[in-house]
């Protein structure tokens, strides 16, 4: 799993409350395993018109956010179902960092296991990002996961908790199964005894 350091990068704003996985991915777009080629249908019925062509008013579609790697988004989200295409999709599209006030709960656990970075924030704090967020262009974070920190494009910095174990894992780029074999030897040694005291199994 790809590390998370610091990141600075354009951030876009996204000021819907209770965006939800299926916002996120569309039920369509489920019939595939695979992590990627998912960004085509990132907020594929905001993205998009019935015509396919782009919707001009979408903020990822915007010259400016073109580029985005960091949405600031209005309370609650990535609600909703458990599909663990939504964090796929976002991370497909280029999208590493995620900033507001509350998460679904499997949303934001499956964040972490993809190498994504979802950050809670005060209502207040989410204002001042909203506000940063809508300098377009200009609209730089820095995010320092070791220090905790977001900076914005004034220089003032808010401070975020993590968990420590989940900072670790994407600090050191461990998914779940990282983890494990973080172990190997460990499991490497049971399984050999196992074999010698229990040959039958």
């Keep these: 799993m790809e590390k998370f350091t610091t990141l600075t990068a ?4 996204l000021p819907i409350v209770n965006v939800d996985t299926d916002m996120i991915i569309p039920k ?8 990627t080629g998912l960004s085509v249908g990132l907020f594929s019925e905001m993205r998009f018109n019935d015509d396919g062509s782009e919707n001009p008013d979408f903020v990822l579609n915007q010259p400016a956010y073109r580029s985005a790697r960091i949405i600031v988004a209005g309370d609650n989200f990535g609600c909703g179902s ?3 295409h939504a964090p796929w999709a976002l ?10 006030t509350q998460f ?8 972490f296991k993809n190498g994504m970075l979802p950050i809670k924030v005060s209502h207040e704090e989410l204002e001042k990002l909203m506000d940063d967020a809508e300098r377009g262009a200009n609209a730089t974070l820095t995010i320092d996961l070791e220090a905790q920190t977001i900076q914005g494009p004034d220089g003032g910095t808010i401070s975020f908790d993590i968990d420590p174990d989940l900072k ?6 461990i998914d779940d199964i990282g983890e494990t074999l973080q172990n190997a030897p460990a499991i490497e040694g049971f399984e050999q005894k196992m074999a010698e ?3 039958w199994v």
């Design 10 to 13: 354009v951030a876009a704003p």
């Design 28 to 35: 369509d777009y489920l019939k595939t395993i695979k992590r």
């Design 82 to 84: 458990s599909r663990e």
């Design 91 to 100: 991370h497909d599209y280029g999208i590493r960092c995620i900033i507001s």
């Design 104 to 111: 679904g709960d499997i949303f934001y656990n499956n964040c």
């Design 168 to 173: 670790h894992r994407l600090l050191n780029g």
């Design 197 to 199: 005291e229990r040959p």
